[in-house]
Structures are given as structure tokens and as C-alpha cells.
Nanobody
Framework: QVELIESGGGLVQAGGSLTLSCAAPGRTLSRYFMGWSRQAPGLERELVAAINWSGDWTYYADSVEGRFTISRDNAKGTMYLQMSSLKSEDTAVYYC???????????????WGQGTQVTVSS
């Protein structure tokens, strides 16, 4: 298990932007394939983005393609999720996760952080 800490959530108006960060204290981030998932009340958790070890391959769910950008700075030990053109349906708790291998399924991730709340007001 890897401890992951998300930050950057908050309240934003529809159409606005927000950037989430994920850190893995004491860990070499470059060892892990990583991703972001989200869960809204009453809905199943959804994998929204994933990124490979070097950051030159990314995956996005259709629901966020073109609006969200996942990136990582291994030197700083941090992963990011830049969110723009936010919609009310983006309201959810966002979690960062890590995997020892490449995956684009929730089950493929080994551990998740505690999450950070993103609320988009319409």
C-alpha cells in the first residue's frame, strides 16, 4: 500500500477551472502507474484519467475528454489533474490511485487516497 494524499478540491462555478494534486510522501512516484477516479453521491466510482510512469501516455474517460488533463512531475513526486469547463455533473469526491502495472480499470489500481471534494455550482 502506498499512502496518497490529494489536495486542491473546492467549490467552483460551472465553466470554471480547478487543479487537483496528488502526492506520495516518501515514495518514488516514477515507480507507479497512476490515475484519478471520482465518485458522486449515489453513483458508482468512475475512472476519469490515467497516466503511465513517464507521463507520455494518458487515458481519459469520454465524460472528461478534452476538458481534463492529467500530468505528473516525478521530480516533485506529484501528479495533477487540471480540470476546465467544469460542469455540475463533475461534482464528486476525486481520488488518486496507483498501480504497479498499466491499467485502465478501477480494479487494476492497488491503492487510493482519501479523496478531495470538488463541487461545481450551476
Amino acid at each position: 500500500q502506498v499512502e496518497l494524499i490529494e489536495s486542491g478540491g473546492g467549490l467552483v462555478q460551472a465553466g470554471g477551472s480547478l487543479t487537483l494534486s496528488c502526492a506520495a510522501p516518501g515514495r518514488t512516484l516514477s515507480r507507479y502507474f497512476m490515475g484519478w477516479s471520482r465518485q458522486a453521491p449515489g453513483l458508482e466510482r468512475e475512472l476519469v484519467a490515467a497516466i503511465n510512469w513517464s507521463g507520455d501516455w494518458t487515458y481519459y474517460a469520454d465524460s472528461v475528454e478534452g476538458r481534463f488533463t492529467i500530468s505528473r512531475d516525478n521530480a516533485k513526486g506529484t501528479m495533477y489533474l487540471q480540470m476546465s469547463s467544469l460542469k455540475s455533473e463533475d461534482t464528486a469526491v476525486y481520488y488518486c490511485g496507483e498501480s504497479p502495472g498499466a491499467t485502465i480499470t478501477l480494479a487494476g489500481f492497488r491503492s487510493w487516497g482519501q479523496g478531495t471534494q470538488v463541487t461545481v455550482s450551476s
